[in-house]
Nanobody, 121 residues
Framework: EVQLQASGGGLVQAGESLRLSCVGS????????IGWFRQAPGRARECLVK?????IYADSVKGRFTMTSDKDKNTRYLQMNNLKPEDTAVYYC?????????????????WGQGTLVTVSS
């Protein structure tokens, strides 16, 4: 059974950094497409980055967010720098089998529980 657990959220001030973690079990990250999403209140779930053999970033986070991995720990990280109040959201990691044509929630089969990031101005 594929399971994902996201953690690392918290309250920070604008300009600060956070690193989120996504620990997987029941599968090997190398065999799946891993994505990070976020959802702010009243807004649709937004893809930030997805990674398999390649990695693509949404324009809204390109240059500020970086996805890294620790294969031995079956963990993917989302390093978030220069955070802005508009980055406030619940952040999720997700796993899917196929790369897909875009980065949409329906392309991912399994989801972590989410971790809240709040950025104050």
């Amino acid at each position: 059974e594929v399971q994902l657990q996201a953690s690392g959220g918290g309250l920070v001030q604008a300009g600060e950094s956070l690193r989120l973690s996504c620990v997987g079990s029941g599968f090997a990250f190398d065999e799946y497409v891993i994505g990070w999403f976020r959802q702010a209140p009243g807004r649709a779930r937004e893809c930030l980055v997805k990674s398999a053999s390649d990695t693509i970033y949404a324009d809204s986070v390109k240059g500020r967010f970086t996805m890294t991995s620790d294969k031995d720990k079956n963990t993917r990280y989302l390093q978030m720098n220069n955070l802005k109040p508009e980055d406030t959201a619940v952040y999720y990691c997700a796993a899917g089998i196929d790369w897909g044509s875009d980065c949409k929630p329906y392309e991912f089969d399994d989801w972590g529980q989410g971790t809240l990031v709040t950025v104050s101005s």
